[in-house]
């Protein structure tokens, strides 16, 4: 399983975090920079593991 590094953007209703993970792309939002970073850097230290369930 491969990760890329999580990217931050701002949006009008808060910050964007994005990470492709599997081929796939998951994403936080978050009402803060600070929150933001926090995830990014959870999300970088530990991936998330795919579940099992397709859609």
Partial sequence: M?????TLTREKDGWLIRV???GRIQE???ANEVQARYFAVML???PLKPTRFRN
């Fill in 28 to 30: 936080v939002h978050c």
């Fill in 20 to 22: 492709k993970m599997a």
């Fill in 2 to 6: 491969t990760t890329d590094t999580p």
């Fill in 44 to 46: 970088a230290l530990n």
